[in-house]
């Protein structure tokens, strides 16, 4: 009985973190499922410690230029910068599998049902700059999001805890 409710109650927390934005249905797939995780206690501490960059003697505009020119050579496109609200946000396509792969498998998910398994991702960077008071710099957070969609075209998405990802960005400003 203890042993039952302890794997109910962890179910009931893995629940709590992921998020069902649209259900494609159980039974009778009608549509794609697409899911928000949060992220774990360990993982926000990570991100937590790995978002903010103070960048001295740097202005709010040189900080947008260079973030926009760091954020393409890290192999995001469809850049957006809002000077008014001192923001960035770009993104980056991924296939994970190649196309015979992809083909493939869709010629056996015909024959058999096969589950889905990852096939593309999405990274989407957003950036906020804030001038330091004093006006001696800039801060700057940056939000990393990974979506992952598989071959069923159900989405899971996730913000970027890994502080390469930070570091690499904040270390392309000054190049």
Sequence with gaps: MTLTALSLSAAVCAADKEQVVGDGGRILRYSSTQVR???????????????DFYWRGATVAQALRAGGKAL??????????????????????????????????????????????PDHQSLEALITLRPAAG?????????????????????????????????????????
Excluded at 37 to 51: I, K, P, T
Excluded at 93 to 101: A, D, F, G, N, Y
């Design 37 to 51: 995780v949060e992220l774990d206690a360990a993982e926000n501490a990570a991100y937590q410690n790995a978002r």
């Design 72 to 117: 393409a050579a890290m192999g995001y496109g469809r850049l957006e910068e809002d000077a008014d609200f001192s923001l960035l946000r770009a993104e980056r396509h991924e296939k994970l599998v190649s196309t015979s792969r992809e083909v493939l498998r869709g010629l056996l998910k015909m024959k058999m049902g096969l589950p889905g398994k």
């Design 135 to 175: 006006g001696q710099g800039v801060w700057l957070r940056a939000r990393f999001q990974r979506t992952i969609w598989d071959s069923n075209g159900d989405s899971r998405t996730k913000p970027v805890s890994e502080a390469e990802v930070y570091r690499d960005f904040f270390a392309r400003l000054g190049a």
